[in-house]
């Protein structure tokens, strides 16, 4: 029989552990007799992180209040915490996709506050997220930036929740080798810290590769060590989460009464937390435990409110188990009746394979409880089989009717697409002899100039106009060489992803932003997963260039921001600085200007450009992808 525990319930709000300092109910006047200030946006941060366990939505209704006063009072450290906890408390109540939706706006604002582990944490709970939709591989790259970030922050406590969440990754996987290499890492910094309330929580998933490993002395031993760990920390958030682990290896052992010792403690816990899933967790294991011990009319009661509990917070797979166990236990008490009624409730919930699985005890309780003389119900099977068979012979026809369809539908897909490709090709074709020509003319240009200037280095002149022709051959020889490596780049074959792109507009911006001492905060990791055309990605990167050069040498700004976002299949980028601006009204075109204007029109985009004088420059581009 299927059973569900969690690997770990991880909350990385901001300002959590300050619960112990903080009561609810002194939060709660602060927010209704305070000022609208920075301190009021705290409290309602700090509210909906201490809430979001037992009440995610009065957690939810917290941090929106405190986002919204956040904005109005234009303090953006406290927006990002207020987001980060409404993502945690979504989470918190099963609606993943809400919680993927905030904690994407609280990595925004994370971005815009630059505190390398607010964005840390904000990518970290993106990616536990994505792991619980079982999205694997963008779970990992967003456990990888994260731990970028948290290496900047410096931040060991950090550090140990990212590869704690990459083990449970590994983990949802069954790769329980990686998964247990990753949880001892963790717990290695976390014990380094002395955090050990986390440390409870890595010795919960450790046990968890213990279970399913069928390893139980190990598992029994690191379960142990978590509920000890959480006692001394008082941590009765998780209490019920390891109690109801231990209960179920010992079910799995066949040690009944020490299953049921457990799960009374998790349930009594789960109580005290005043925390419903909790409770429908224990209860879940008492139900298991029951029915093993052949105590049915506990097992009923205990499943029927886990059943409750689960189905009103629209946990789906929760309530298909537990109705489960509660078909099981009336089956066995001889109640067929309201064993097929939630054996059928059991069967609406899950997938079609899952569903052929309980057919046959379907079809068994069923039949207890039909009433009818044995010739109809012979007469009702052989009615049964005859339209079995005829729709059988329909779907032999529409399957054959299908496949001809596909058929048709693979040639004509085969026939755009290489029409397609034969398109692209010509594209590419015309853009080659495009930058041959600029190759010609720009490096030729150049290769000619240095040529005249080193003949003239060698004729007899003085010292000093000779040091300033030497210099101007340097000069030219290096723009030659960086003009040569972008056109050998953007021709280049295999050079067709927009990683490399990514790799080349950071590295240009590091160097020439290094060079002058600008500060440069740069987010462009959305053009890593966008497919580009050559003339696109070429475009695109001198457009960038451009816009980099001129705020470098004409802004006199001391920070540069440079970040991309994809929007109605809409690639932006946005290159701003915060120096002096311009009048674009009255500027004079001479910084390329119309030339990036024209090349965001090959493109089939636009480019806007808006300064003000001493307010700084932002240039957006908009490319269709």
């Given at each position: 029989?299927?059973?569900?525990?969690?690997?770990?319930?991880?909350?990385?709000?901001?300002?959590f552990?300050?619960?112990?300092l903080?009561?609810?109910?002194?939060?709660i006047?602060?927010?209704?007799?305070?000022?609208?200030?920075?301190?009021?946006?705290?409290?309602?941060?700090m509210?909906a992180?201490?809430?979001t366990?037992?009440?995610?939505?009065?957690?939810i209704?917290?941090?929106?209040?405190?986002?919204?006063?956040?904005?109005?009072?234009?303090?953006?450290?406290?927006?990002?915490?207020c987001?980060?906890?409404?993502?945690?408390?979504?989470?918190?109540?099963?609606?993943?996709?809400?919680?993927l939706?905030?904690?994407?706006?609280?990595?925004?604002?994370?971005?815009?506050?630059?505190?390398?582990?607010?964005?840390?944490?904000?990518?970290?709970?993106?990616?536990?997220?994505?792991?619980?939709?079982?999205?694997?591989?963008?779970?990992?790259?967003?456990?990888?930036?994260?731990l970028?970030?948290?290496?900047?922050?410096?931040?060991?406590?950090?550090?140990?929740r990212?590869?704690?969440?990459?083990?449970?990754?590994?983990h949802?996987?069954d790769?329980w080798?990686?998964?247990?290499?990753?949880?001892?890492?963790?717990?290695?910094?976390?014990?380094?810290?002395g955090?050990?309330?986390?440390?409870?929580?890595?010795?919960?998933?450790?046990?968890n590769i213990?279970?399913?490993?069928?390893?139980?002395?190990?598992?029994v031993?690191s379960?142990?060590?978590?509920?000890?760990?959480?006692?001394?920390?008082?941590?009765?958030?998780?209490?019920?989460?390891?109690?109801?682990?231990?209960?179920?290896?010992?079910?799995?052992?066949?040690?009944?009464?020490?299953?049921?010792?457990?799960?009374?403690?998790?349930?009594?816990?789960?109580?005290?937390?005043?925390?419903?899933?909790?409770?429908?967790?224990?209860?879940?294991?008492?139900?298991?435990?029951?029915?093993?011990?052949?105590?049915f009319?506990?097992?009923?009661q205990?499943?029927?409110?886990?059943?409750?509990?689960?189905?009103?917070?629209?946990?789906?797979?929760?309530?298909?188990?537990?109705?489960?166990?509660l078909?099981?236990?009336?089956?066995?008490?001889?109640?067929?009746?309201?064993?097929?009624?939630?054996?059928?409730?059991?069967?609406?919930?899950?997938?079609?394979?899952?569903?052929?699985?309980?057919?046959?005890?379907v079809?068994?309780?069923?039949?207890k409880?039909?009433?009818?003389?044995?010739?109809?119900e012979i007469?009702?099977?052989?009615?049964?089989?005859?339209?079995?068979?005829?729709?059988?012979r329909q779907?032999?026809l529409?399957?054959i009717?299908?496949?001809?369809?596909?058929?048709?539908?693979?040639?004509?897909?085969?026939?755009?697409?290489?029409?397609?490709?034969?398109?692209?090709?010509?594209?590419?074709?015309?853009?080659?002899n495009?930058?041959?020509?600029d190759?010609?003319?720009?490096?030729?240009?150049?290769?000619?100039?240095?040529?005249?200037?080193?003949?003239m280095?060698?004729?007899?002149?003085?010292?000093?106009n000779?040091?300033?022709i030497?210099?101007?051959?340097?000069t030219?020889?290096?723009?030659?060489?960086?003009?040569?490596?972008d056109?050998?780049?953007?021709?280049?074959?295999?050079e067709?992803?927009?990683?490399?792109?990514k790799q080349?507009?950071e590295?240009?911006?590091?160097?020439?932003?290094?060079?002058?001492?600008?500060?440069l905060?740069?987010?462009i990791?959305v053009?890593?997963?966008?497919k580009?055309?050559?003339?696109q990605?070429?475009?695109?990167?001198?457009?960038?260039?451009?816009?980099?050069?001129?705020?470098?040498?004409?802004?006199?700004?001391?920070?540069?921001?440079?970040?991309?976002?994809?929007?109605n299949?809409?690639?932006?980028?946005?290159?701003?600085?915060y120096?002096?601006g311009?009048?674009?009204?009255q500027s004079a075109?001479g910084?390329?200007?119309?030339?990036?204007?024209?090349?965001?029109?090959?493109?089939?985009?636009?480019l806007?450009?808006?300064?003000?004088?001493?307010?700084?420059?932002e240039?957006?581009?908009?490319v269709?992808?």
């Amino acid at each position: 029989m299927k059973r569900f525990f969690f690997i770990a319930v991880l909350l990385f709000s901001q300002q959590f552990s300050l619960a112990q300092l903080h009561n609810i109910d002194s939060l709660i006047k602060v927010v209704a007799t305070g000022k609208e200030d920075t301190g009021k946006v705290i409290a309602y941060r700090m509210l909906a992180g201490l809430t979001t366990n037992t009440n995610p939505a009065k957690a939810i209704a917290y941090g929106k209040l405190g986002a919204a006063l956040g904005k109005k009072i234009d303090f953006a450290k406290g927006v990002a915490g207020c987001y980060l906890n409404i993502g945690a408390s979504y989470n918190n109540a099963g609606k993943l996709d809400s919680a993927l939706i905030y904690v994407d706006t609280a990595i925004a604002w994370s971005v815009k506050v630059g505190e390398p582990g607010r964005i840390s944490l904000a990518y970290l709970n993106r990616g536990d997220y994505k792991r619980q939709m079982g999205d694997m591989k963008d779970a990992l790259a967003d456990c990888d930036t994260s731990l970028l970030y948290a290496e900047k922050a410096n931040k060991d406590d950090t550090k140990a929740r990212v590869l704690q969440t990459i083990g449970s990754v590994y983990h949802a996987q069954d790769n329980w080798q990686q998964s247990k290499l990753y949880y001892e890492k963790a717990y290695q910094l976390y014990e380094k810290g002395g955090n050990k309330k986390m440390m409870g929580i890595v010795m919960n998933n450790l046990g968890n590769i213990y279970k399913h490993t069928r390893q139980y002395e190990m598992a029994v031993t690191s379960f142990q060590n978590a509920i000890k760990l959480g006692i001394e920390v008082n941590d009765k958030v998780n209490m019920p989460m390891y109690y109801s682990n231990m209960a179920d290896v010992y079910l799995q052992k066949g040690s009944l009464p020490d299953a049921e010792t457990n799960g009374l403690k998790s349930l009594a816990y789960a109580r005290e937390n005043e925390n419903e899933i909790q409770v429908g967790q224990a209860q879940m294991a008492l139900a298991s435990a029951y029915i093993k011990m052949k105590k049915f009319p506990a097992a009923i009661q205990s499943g029927l409110e886990g059943y409750t509990i689960f189905k009103e917070n629209e946990f789906t797979e929760e309530t298909q188990v537990i109705a489960d166990l509660l078909a099981e236990a009336y089956h066995k008490s001889g109640n067929y009746r309201d064993a097929h009624s939630y054996m059928q409730i059991s069967r609406n919930l899950i997938d079609s394979v899952s569903r052929k699985k309980f057919d046959g005890e379907v079809v068994s309780m069923q039949t207890k409880f039909q009433v009818k003389e044995k010739d109809n119900e012979i007469l009702l099977l052989a009615k049964d089989k005859e339209l079995q068979q005829q729709k059988l012979r329909q779907q032999w026809l529409l399957m054959i009717a299908a496949a001809a369809l596909a058929l048709l539908v693979f040639v004509g897909a085969w026939m755009i697409i290489n029409r397609n490709r034969l398109k692209q090709k010509m594209q590419e074709l015309e853009l080659r002899n495009q930058l041959a020509a600029d190759l010609h003319d720009e490096v030729g240009s150049s290769l000619s100039s240095i040529h005249m200037l080193s003949q003239m280095a060698n004729t007899n002149i003085e010292n000093s106009n000779q040091k300033n022709i030497l210099d101007k051959v340097s000069t030219n020889a290096k723009e030659t060489m960086e003009r040569m490596s972008d056109i050998v780049w953007m021709i280049k074959p295999g050079e067709t992803e927009a990683g490399s792109l990514k790799q080349r507009m950071e590295r240009f911006a590091h160097e020439i932003c290094s060079g002058k001492n600008i500060i440069l905060q740069m987010d462009i990791a959305v053009i890593e997963n966008i497919k580009l055309t050559m003339e696109q990605r070429k475009n695109i990167y001198l457009i960038f260039k451009e816009a980099m050069n001129n705020a470098v040498k004409y802004s006199g700004t001391k920070t540069i921001g440079v970040s991309t976002s994809l929007q109605n299949k809409q690639l932006q980028l946005q290159v701003k600085d915060y120096g002096k601006g311009f009048d674009t009204s009255q500027s004079a075109r001479g910084n390329g200007l119309d030339n990036m204007k024209n090349r965001a029109k090959e493109s089939g985009g636009t480019l806007h450009i808006h300064s003000l004088v001493d307010n700084g420059t932002e240039v957006r581009l908009t490319v269709p992808v």
